[in-house]
């Protein structure tokens, strides 16, 4: 009877560490800058694309080789019925997506220049891609000031702390 106890109570933290582990994962339509990442993600919206490049059914990307500048959108589209992922490595790999589904797109925009390699690692070698990004560095975002936009109704005047006066005795 303690041997039943004991496995059912070994199978019970198997379990929960499983649905621990498992989590939500992150939401399609979120966009990820993860701190040192060098550009953005998103499942659709980051903006205008500048380029789309399609995962086709016959297991390539089209075009294989493209160009886009700094801080420019490019889309991967899933324009083929099987499922395919878009993956770059190194410091890249942060904006990876690892399911792009038939008809899904998956929109990435580098704010650094270089040359970058990436593969739909379930149909790896032969699915693989590169893009030339051109340009300077993207510069660094700056946080709004107060005074940059004056709330509504305001008379544009920026408030500034002042000594209180005392009054002498």
Request: proline share 8%; hydrophobic share 35%; net charge negative.
């Amino acid at each position: 009877m303690s041997h039943l106890r004991t496995l059912a109570v070994g199978m019970g933290v198997c379990v929960a560490i499983a649905l621990i582990g498992c989590g939500n994962g992150t939401p399609s339509s979120s966009t990820g800058t993860g701190g040192a990442c060098p550009g953005k993600f998103a499942a659709s919206g980051l903006g205008t694309p500048t380029t789309t490049v399609a995962a086709t059914d016959q297991l390539t990307f089209d075009p294989a080789a493209t160009s886009v500048g700094v801080g420019q959108v490019i889309e991967f589209k899933n324009t083929g019925s099987v499922e395919h992922t878009v993956t770059f490595s190194g410091s890249l790999a942060c904006l990876s997506d690892d399911t792009l589904d038939p008809g899904g797109t998956w929109d990435v925009e580098f704010n650094s220049p270089g040359t970058v390699h990436y593969i739909c690692t379930i149909h790896a070698p032969n699915m693989a891609g590169v893009i030339t990004v051109t340009g300077s560095a993207a510069p660094p975002a700056t946080s709004a000031s107060a005074s940059a936009s004056p709330a509504a109704g305001a008379t544009g005047a920026t408030p500034s702390p002042s000594p209180t006066a005392t009054p002498s005795t």
